[in-house]
């Protein structure tokens, strides 16, 4: 399973940002995907996930202001973040999870400046 994220970037506090992560290979065990994240001197987190019927777990510093989706037809996830904030910056992972393993995108950079 190959993992491919796009979106990142730079934005204003309080602008949005769309993240997208294509999936390739053998995806037919894919059960989880989702969004972490590693901010600088940080530990990654968990920022979001989303199973393949659609439930959603979210950070608490993230609720309300990002949105996880998933079109299981394209094998592509995507992230919605809204109110940025300063304390987003990070590199952004995707996230695939099966029975078989766990895999993992590129990172992609988020940069908010204040």
């Known amino acids: 399973v190959q993992l491919q994220a796009s979106g990142g970037g730079l934005v204003q506090a309080g602008g949005s940002l769309r993240l997208s992560c294509a999936a390739s290979?053998?995806?037919?065990?894919?059960?989880?995907m989702g969004w972490y994240r590693r901010a600088p001197g940080k530990q990654r987190e968990l920022v979001a996930r989303?199973?393949?019927?659609?439930?959603?777990i979210y950070a608490d510093s993230v609720k309300d202001r990002f949105t996880i989706s998933r079109d299981n037809t394209e094998n592509t996830v995507y992230l919605q973040m809204n109110i940025l904030k300063s304390e987003d910056t990070a590199v952004y992972y995707c996230?695939?999870?099966?029975?078989?393993?766990?895999?993992w995108g590129q990172g992609t950079q988020v940069t908010v400046s204040s």
């Open positions: 996230n695939a999870d099966s029975i078989v393993g766990s895999y």
């Open positions: 290979g053998r995806l037919f065990n894919i059960n989880t």
């Open positions: 989303i199973t393949r019927s659609g439930s959603t």
